[in-house]
């Protein structure tokens, strides 16, 4: 009789199985009116894009073909080079180049924050996308707003 196993998978570690099919769902965008602060533009929010975590199976190529058929022209990246391999998308970046679209990236740690200088140097590049009106997109870690 074999014993059971006493290792688990931490809940927190990304699946080193593929799986059979990737999620074969639109990528889901939220817009957000920026009225309040008197601008006419929405930005857009979404979950990562070709995601692979826990019950997450996105497709990266399939993903990133839909932001670009909604016109996405700049997409802020706040993960880490280190939590874009933990969520499967360690080339994410690159795509987005492929696709022309422009990527700001600015990572900040899981449970960080920027310090004032990177904040007003996000805040100046978003200023700069929103006035220009091109449409903007910032994501969300895994599937948060899935």
């Given at each position: 009789m074999k014993p059971p196993s006493s290792?688990?998978?931490s809940e927190f570690d990304s699946s080193d199985e593929e799986p059979i099919e990737d999620e074969q769902t639109p990528i889901q965008i939220s817009w957000l009116p920026l009225s309040r602060v008197n601008c006419s533009q929405f930005l857009g929010l979404c979950a990562l894009?070709?995601?692979k975590f826990k019950d997450i199976r996105r497709n990266i190529q399939k993903d990133t073909e839909e932001l670009k058929s909604y016109g996405i022209q700049d997409i802020f990246v706040f993960c880490t080079r280190?939590?874009?391999?933990?969520?499967?998308?360690p080339?994410?970046?690159?795509?987005?180049?492929?696709?022309?679209?422009?990527?700001?990236?600015?990572?900040?740690?899981?449970?960080?924050?920027p310090d004032i200088a990177n904040c007003c140097e996000i805040m100046e590049e978003l200023t700069v996308c929103l006035k220009n009106n091109r449409k903007t997109l910032i994501q969300a870690f895994k599937g948060v707003l899935q």
């Open positions: 290792t688990q998978p894009p070709g995601c280190g939590e874009l391999s933990k969520y499967r998308v080339n994410l970046l690159d795509f987005y180049q492929q696709y022309g679209i422009t990527t700001h990236h600015h990572p900040i740690p899981d449970g960080g924050t």
